[in-house]
């Protein structure tokens, strides 16, 4: 795997220039070392831990799912999974972690991925919606009106957190068009390469659909369509963030240190961007030989 460097902005203007945007259409990727103040940092790290001292083991709130339907087929898919029963929230852990009531923050250090949570807590609806830098990037990028798709973040606990493999999130996202869809991806502990910091293809966005397949680990492209060397490594500190394009190839690797990684995710849509029946975006999202590259989960071994 390349070690190169990122190219980073130190931090984020009030209103992006041209070269900024421009320099955006062609590596598919913009790095700014710090835009998140401490006190929003230390907020939106709390608020994982909150968050799971309200949901997890909370009988009325929360179903305890145990292992998802794919625990069997991808190592991704092993982790213990908890819904919440009143929103769309829900969180999984790092597979091989076997969670207990009495250790909710343990349990917090422990979490793979946790989805829906912009509407949880007013600082991640801050941070999501509101923030103004914020907004003005994505306005900037996404045009007037884009809005927010998802929030869907990953963190990696220490030594144990898995590898995230090659992918374009647009993979997964059944939408009319593939020109409107930015990922913001924010640092809430330092990401290094050690700990399993982003990896991208810079101006890999611009080459189409890349056939993706299930390994065993994860829904991911495949060897011949990524070129590694050309990957540079996005080390962030606390607060630093990057937005990417929806159709940018990018991994993480696994957590091999001491540190954890924890990070927020959100994705906004252009306006003209619209979710779509899946049929549709599957005729869109397809390779030279006019099949779906995407990831399709009816073809993933489930549990009985
Ligand atoms: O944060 C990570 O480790 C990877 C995030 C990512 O690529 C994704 O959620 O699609």
């Known amino acids: ?18 070269a900024m945007i421009a320099r955006f259409r062609r590596d598919g990727y913009l790095a700014f070392e710090q835009v998140l103040t401490p006190q929003e940092i230390k907020d939106a790290s709390e608020g994982i831990n909150l968050l799971v001292k309200k949901y997890a083991f909370n009988s009325e709130l929360t179903e305890h799912v145990g292992q998802s339907a794919y625990a069997k087929s991808l190592k991704n898919g092993r982790g213990q999974l908890f819904k919440s029963k009143v929103s769309d ?9 076997e969670p207990s009531p009495d250790r909710l923050d343990e349990m917090a250090d422990h979490i793979r991925k946790f989805q829906s949570y912009a509407t949880e807590l007013p600082i991640y609806d801050y941070i999501a919606n509101h923030h103004p830098r914020l907004k003005a990037l994505m306005e900037a990028v996404l045009g007037e009106n884009c809005r927010l798709y998802s929030s869907m973040a990953l963190c990696k606990p220490a030594a144990i957190g898995g590898e995230k493999p090659w992918h374009q999130d647009l993979a997964y996202f059944a939408v009319n068009r593939f ?8 640092a809430l502990d330092e990401a290094t390469i050690d700990n399993g910091c982003m990896h991208v293809i810079p101006g890999g966005h611009l080459a189409g659909p890349r056939k993706h397949y299930w390994s065993k680990v994860d829904c991911e492209i495949t060897t011949q369509e990524v070129d590694e060397s050309k990957a540079v490594a996005v080390e962030l500190k606390p607060g630093g963030l990057m937005i990417f394009d929806g159709m940018l190839p990018h991994e993480t690797p696994a957590n091999t240190s001491a540190k954890r990684r924890r990070a927020l995710q959100f994705h906004y849509q252009s306006a003209a961007t619209q979710v779509v029946p899946r049929p549709e975006y599957e005729s869109k999202f397809s390779g030279p030989d006019g099949l779906f590259a995407g990831c399709d989960y009816s073809l993933v071994q489930k549990d009985e």
């Open 1 to 18: 795997m390349s070690t190169k460097a990122a190219h980073y902005y130190p931090t984020l203007p009030g209103h992006p220039d041209a």
């Open 89 to 97: 929230f829900h969180f999984q852990l790092e597979g091989g972690y």
């Open 179 to 186: 020109d409107g869809m930015c990922g913001l991806w924010i």
